[in-house]
């Protein structure tokens, strides 16, 4: 115990270096007055920078135990002052002070340290003020607001309002009237709060004051507020205000006209859609989207049909996430869609019915209600759509409810949508329909829908309706055809007798491809026949019958069979030898399949003349069921095959796909010039898209080869299998296969990237493993080539990200955003020369790009391809124009390759935007409907003539 006299000393001498010491001075002090205890402050303020920190620490919780010992309103003024010049561990400790000490009088001076230029300060009078703050402090920084230049705004309202509620509203009006934009901003998202105040009236006459704010974002931000608040003038108060305003206020107004479904805003925004520009095109759209609903459905269906490709992605985008978050009626969008006359809106309504799964199996019951109540041109539609959705439900309801329609119309749309669903479970419908069915066209199309679906057991049904049904023979044939039923050649022969020249023609066709022989005198009795063409049909079949003996053709059991079969292939031309069990040999030559002449093959013909070109471990993997990959080279030929040997429902089949003994080079291949400056690329990953066959490992082994011509590197490739072998020319290329030299695409990238490699050439990113890797390799320093099954830039991109995790995605976006190089896609498509050409989409990774990629905004990618031709970049549907314009390829298959058939249609200067001349027709079914929706019993003479 010492004197209150040495209070001061004894307090400037002690040492606090621990809490217990400090402690023991608060208990051992006697009792003190307020004014003596302040007499320390000056001490602490005086010793802090001395001391250690804990030292210090322990001093101030000293003073603090003093000061709540003899608490007084003495000590508020030399606390609030010690405030301003304290350290934060002072402050820390006054701040939790000074409320016990409270003195009303001096909140004026309280009130100054909000106007302090330290934020520190600010905050730590602020924090006080949460506690103390009162009517007198509200009165005085309401007037301090008002002031230009007064800081502590913020502080203010963040310090008063939580326990001031109305009474608050004061500084809230202060602070917009005298502000800066961010302090407005946060008054009015204040005022937005409804747990902060009682009557809204006052708080509306508040925020109103923003409304003529001159700073976009605090008037957007009051159109925002006032619109939570649901002003009842807030039309009258901002539509007029809007006008010739920033993009952000915009975008506010029309989030809130949406969140107000009526006539008013629907006309607001149908009238900004058309007005535009672009931006507020767009605004408009976003605004829809995040509303949700089916009010503003028809502005989102006006913008799809756009003439800006721009407006119509958005509004796509748009249409597909509100359908797939259960925002609006999936299925009254989807038929509302199939109405329209614009095929990419069209389009667009299958593809929502894809992607939205029919998860609860009640989308599909309600698209087929339209089979009845919608006319001809809306129930082609929903089939699409429906075919696209492939729900399981769909061909119950269609067997259940559909076939026994009393329409014909309604009972052939049925039989249509089973035959494109191809769902093996119809078979039994589907022939009772064409056995019983009284309408010849429905009953004909049920006979087509069984051949489709490829069972064999409809083979004894098809041949009860060629006795049964003559008006179905035409059709039964061709299903007998597609179902490969030999054993109905003697039932087909005797039709070769058949009064309509076009059975007798389509009999001997279904011997030409089915019969050994056996039944070569029918067919020698239409040598004779009326009709020219059965005349001719049958000739050219006696011939095949009268060579097949002689023919010097490969057979099955000769041991140079495979030879002599590709040495063919070669002479021909050809792309791919097929080999399949009970067949034929076969080539496809340009696209097209032809047979070679010879007798079938059976499945172990077929293993004796691969397996002895295959591995130990190959040979293993096909005893297990599994197909097998590897690539063979003729011998004396130099000409290699990429080989594919696999189990089907007939047995071993196997396919020899031609590969180029040489690299050609890009110009040959007929590629842009900007193609070939992606070699040089020192690192990233570059891509090559397309369906099988279009050429991408050609392009990968032009690249290259054009890095081997040109620089000294070190050229890694692996592929499956190897396809070209290329020869050493400056680089230093080392080729792997899968299987022979190792096991996986993930494997070998991994034991690639401890080999130096400067390039990586990847056969085909097609998992997860691989595409890990690839990305990786290419941000590590390598430059990666691969192909990806995919047709445009984005969808590229998007195949990439989404074969990772969810979690994942954010991060892949920005290690593609920073690694991807380019991305070409191409077709091959015919040429009137019967060659072939390509069709190519490029895409360079600008700063654009990246952007994109990095935000998750894909569907924005062909917009920037689309307006950066000045940098070499192209849109497929472009170069389809291009070619088709130049008279290079068909204008058939660059429209069906095109993805805006719309703008296909009118670059080209198509009349009907619906059905192209020489490209699209109106299907078959549709032109056999009389005037009317009548249908006859008896078919019209669709077969050729039966005169000479």
Same mark, same amino acid.
């Not at 051949?451 to 007998?480: C, F, H, M, N």
């Given at each position: ?408 119309? !309604?009972?052939?749309? #049925? @039989?249509? =949508?089973?035959? *494109?669903?191809? &769902?093996? +479970? /119809?078979?039994?419908? $589907? %022939? ?9 066209? !429905?009953?004909?199309? #049920? @006979?087509? =829908?069984?051949? *489709?679906?490829? &069972?064999? +057991? /409809?083979?004894?049904? $098809? %041949? ?485």
């Amino acid at each position: 115990m010492f004197q209150r006299s040495d209070l001061v000393r004894v307090f400037r001498n002690a040492t606090f270096a621990t809490v217990a010491e400090a402690q023991a001075f608060v208990e051992q002090a006697p009792e003190c007055s307020a004014a003596e205890v302040a007499k320390l402050v000056p001490v602490v303020l005086e010793l802090g920078a001395k001391s250690t920190p804990q030292a210090h620490r322990n001093r101030c919780e000293a003073f603090a135990g003093m000061a709540r010992k003899c608490a007084g309103p003495e000590l508020f003024v030399p606390c609030l002052r010690a405030l301003k010049v304290g350290d934060s561990t002072l402050t820390s400790t006054l701040v939790a002070l000074l409320p016990v000490v409270n003195d009303v009088g001096a909140h004026g001076e309280l009130c100054d340290l909000l106007a302090s230029a330290e934020p520190t300060v600010r905050a730590a009078g602020a924090e006080v003020l949460k506690h103390v703050g009162g009517r007198t402090a509200l009165e005085i920084l309401t007037k301090r607001a008002m002031e230009p230049s007064f800081p502590g705004r913020l502080d203010a309202m963040n310090a008063l309002l939580g326990r001031a509620g109305q009474h608050g509203l004061p500084l809230v009006a202060a602070v917009i009237r005298a502000g800066r934009p961010l302090e407005k901003i946060q008054a009015l998202r204040i005022l937005a709060d409804p747990n902060r105040f009682r009557d809204r009236e006052p708080v509306v006459q508040v925020a109103s004051l923003a409304a003529e704010d001159r700073d976009d974002l605090v008037l957007a931000q009051a159109i925002t507020t006032l619109g939570q608040l649901d002003a009842e003038k807030f039309w009258s108060l901002f539509e007029l205000r809007v006008e010739g305003r920033g993009a952000e206020v915009l975008r506010a107004f029309l989030v809130q006209a949406v969140r107000r479904p009526g006539p008013t805003s629907a006309a607001y925004l149908r009238d900004r859609f058309r007005e535009g520009p672009k931006a507020a095109r767009l605004l408009v759209i976003e605004a829809i989207e995040s509303a949700g609903g089916d009010a503003f459905f028809p502005d989102l269906v006006e913008a799809l049909s756009h003439r800006d490709v721009g407006i119509r992605t958005r509004a796509a985008h748009a249409l597909t996430q509100l359908s797939q978050s259960d925002k609006i009626d999936a299925a009254r969008a989807i038929v509302w869609l199939l109405r329209g006359r614009d095929v990419n809106v069209r389009r667009l309504a299958a593809e929502i019915a894809t992607r939205i799964q029919d998860r609860d199996g009640q989308l599909a019951p309600r698209l087929l209600k339209s089979l009845r109540d919608e006319d001809w041109w809306v129930r082609e539609r929903v089939l699409d759509a429906l075919v696209e959705m492939n729900a399981p439900v769909i061909t119950k309801h269609l067997v259940k409810d559909y076939l026994a329609d009393s329409s014909p119309v !309604v009972r052939r749309f #049925a @039989v249509s =949508a089973l035959m *494109r669903i191809a &769902d093996p +479970r /119809a078979l039994g419908a $589907l %022939v009772r329909v064409a056995q019983q069915d009284e309408d010849w066209f !429905v009953a004909e199309l #049920a @006979v087509e =829908a069984v051949g *489709r679906l490829g &069972d064999s +057991r /409809a083979t004894a049904y $098809l %041949v009860d309706l060629l006795a049964k049904r003559p008006e179905l023979r035409l059709v039964a044939i061709d299903a007998l055809s597609r179902l490969k039923a030999g054993e109905a050649c003697p039932d087909v022969a005797e039709l070769l007798q058949d009064t309509e020249a076009d059975v007798r023609e389509s009999a001997i066709k279904f011997l030409d491809e089915l019969d050994d022989g056996t039944h070569a005198l029918w067919v020698k009795g239409c040598e004779n026949d009326t009709s020219a063409l059965v005349r001719g049909a049958a000739a050219k079949l006696l011939k095949r019958y009268d060579l097949q003996s002689e023919a010097e053709a490969a057979t099955p059991n000769d041991p140079r069979s495979l030879e002599l079969l590709l040495t063919q292939t070669i002479g021909r031309k050809a792309d791919d030898l097929f080999l399949m069990a009970g067949r034929q040999a076969f080539i496809k030559r340009l696209g097209r399949v032809e047979p070679l002449a010879g007798a079938p093959y059976s499945a172990r013909q077929i293993r004796a003349l691969v397996e002895v070109h295959l591995t130990e471990a190959q040979r293993g993997e096909l005893a297990k069921g599994r197909e097998v990959d590897f690539s063979y080279e003729l011998p004396g030929s130099g000409v290699r095959f990429r080989v594919n040997v696999f189990d089907q429902v007939r047995g071993l089949s196997a396919v020899f796909r031609t590969v180029k003994n040489r690299t050609v080079g890009m110009a040959e291949l007929g590629l842009p010039d900007i193609i070939a400056s992606f070699a040089e690329y020192p690192n990233g990953l570059v891509l090559v898209g397309g369906p099988t066959g279009a050429g991408k490992s050609t392009t990968l082994a032009a690249l290259v080869d054009h890095i081997n011509n040109r620089s000294s590197k070190h050229v890694i490739t692996i592929e499956d299998p190897i396809e070209v072998v290329h020869q050493h020319a400056k680089c230093l290329i080392n080729q792997r296969e899968l299987g022979p030299h190792t096991r996986s695409f993930g494997a070998a990238l991994r034991s690639a990237l401890r080999q130096d490699p400067d390039v990586i050439l990847v056969g085909e990113l097609r998992d997860l493993e691989t595409i890990a890797f690839a990305v990786s390799a290419a941000e590590t320093g390598h430059l990666v080539l691969g192909t990806v099954h995919t047709t445009s830039a984005d969808a590229t991109i998007d195949r990439l990200i989404n074969a990772f995790p969810p979690r994942q995605q954010a991060q892949i976006r920005g290690m593609l955003a920073e690694s991807l190089r380019a991305v070409t896609c191409q077709y091959l498509l015919r040429t009137p020369e019967n060659t072939r050409i390509p069709a190519v989409e490029v895409m360079i990774a600008n700063e654009a790009i990246s952007t994109m990629i990095r935000k998750g905004k894909t569907f924005q990618i062909p917009t920037i391809i689309a307006t950066s031709r000045d940098q070499g970049m192209r849109m497929m549907d472009v170069d389809l124009v291009r070619l088709a314009k130049a008279g290079k390829v068909d204008v058939d298959e660059a429209y069906a390759k095109s993805v805006d058939k719309r703008a296909f249609e009118a670059a080209l200067g198509l009349a009907n935007p619906d059905a192209p001349q020489n490209s699209i027709h109106p299907p078959a079914q549709s032109a056999r409907v009389p005037a009317g929706g009548a249908v006859s019993q008896k078919p019209p003479n669709i077969g050729r003539s039966s005169g000479g």
